[in-house]
């Protein structure tokens, strides 16, 4: 189906949004899997276009390994993405995808003498490198949404919104770029010497915005785990929020105002648990009590007390008889 769009100034690569489908199959099942669906599926693409199977052997391979590096991600802690850490190394991930099979498959076809080095990277490196970086960072974080291989938590939020704001820039700007680029406004170098700017701001872009996203939602986060530890009993966490407690901000106004609601709640159970313990030593005392006075009270006892009385009667008498 995209095999009728063809990128400007390049007659070999099309305009595939598909790319992301070999690197998600491979995130999901693994490298092997990412390798087979990116590298057999274009042959595939190539035999149903007519030019058979083996027609571009090193571009297959090259589209095997777009779909085998972030099948890597399963060794690397990254199939969930859960925070801000985990979503950049999936970030790089997809990069190095986009990139690293694609300078090969180009480096091949120069050493092949099928083209010169200004063309290869003009006409065959950045517009599949730029199209695909692009395509990637936009369908695969959605993708591992649906699947639920990414969890929205509160750092998560924050990056993603900050990161689709990037990326819808990013694509307009390329598109737009296209789009006058079919119309002979604009050279064809031009359009990708633009295209590669825009990806480095982008990259630039989602490097700082993580790094700030991760700055600002780590003292939250740390207060979240800080108040589960709480909850289970543990107050020696508290000592971990002096970091948070020196901000200037609003956030350390908040730790501060926990830390103390910490130490009036350690202060209060402590009173508890010690008039509990006071509360349980006057229970045993008068349990002991109303034990012994059950006892002395029943009729076993006083029958043995009576028993008791006349032993001590009879004993005072023959002692007095042998005095006599």
């Known amino acids: 189906m995209s095999g009728k769009f063809y990128l400007p100034g390049c007659s070999f ?10 690197m998600f199959i491979g ?3 693994g490298p092997i899997a990412g390798f087979v669906c990116g590298g057999f599926g274009d042959m595939f693409g190539y035999y149903i276009s007519g030019k058979g199977l083996l027609f571009a052997p090193h571009w297959s391979f090259a589209n095997g390994l777009m779909g085998l590096i972030p099948g890597l991600a399963c060794y690397l802690g990254t199939r969930l993405i859960d925070s801000i850490v985990s979503f950049v ?9 986009s990139s690293l099979p694609f300078a090969f498959a180009t480096t091949f ?5 099928h083209l010169p080095f200004h063309d290869a990277v003009f006409l065959f490196f950045l517009p599949i490198c730029i199209t695909d970086t692009l395509w990637t960072f936009t369908l695969i974080p959605f993708l591992m949404y649906s699947f639920r291989l990414l969890t929205v938590r509160i750092e998560m939020r924050i990056i993603l919104t900050i990161y689709y704001l990037l990326m819808l820039t990013a694509m307009a700007t390329w598109f ?3 789009l006058i680029t079919m119309g002979n406004e ?6 990708y010497t633009l295209g590669t700017v825009t990806l480095l701001v982008l990259i630039i872009g989602l490097a700082v915005s993580a790094f700030l996203s991760k700055k600002i939602t780590a003292p939250v986060i740390n207060l979240t785990d800080v108040a589960r530890r709480v909850e289970g009993g543990d107050y020696s966490s508290a000592e971990e929020l002096q970091d948070i407690i020196d901000r200037p901000d609003e956030l350390g106004i908040m730790a501060k105002v926990f ?18 313990t006071t509360l349980r030593i006057e229970i045993d005392r008068k349990k002991q009590s109303a034990e012994l006075k059950k006892i002395t009270g029943s009729d076993y006892f006083k029958m043995l007390k009576q028993k008791a009385s006349n032993l001590r009667r009879q004993a005072t008498g023959g002692d007095r008889k042998d005095s006599v």
Request: aromatic share 6%.
């Open 259 to 276: 830390s103390g609601m910490i130490q009036s709640v350690k202060k209060r159970e402590q009173d508890l648990q010690r008039r509990l």
């Open 13 to 22: 690569a099309e305009l595939r949004p598909q790319v992301s489908l070999p």
């Open 109 to 113: 076809e120069v050493w092949l003498g």
């Open 27 to 29: 995130i999901m099942y």
């Open 186 to 191: 604009m050279q064809v170098e031009l359009l």
């Open 89 to 97: 190394k999936l970030l790089v991930l997809l990069l190095l995808a």
């Open 176 to 178: 737009s770029s296209f």
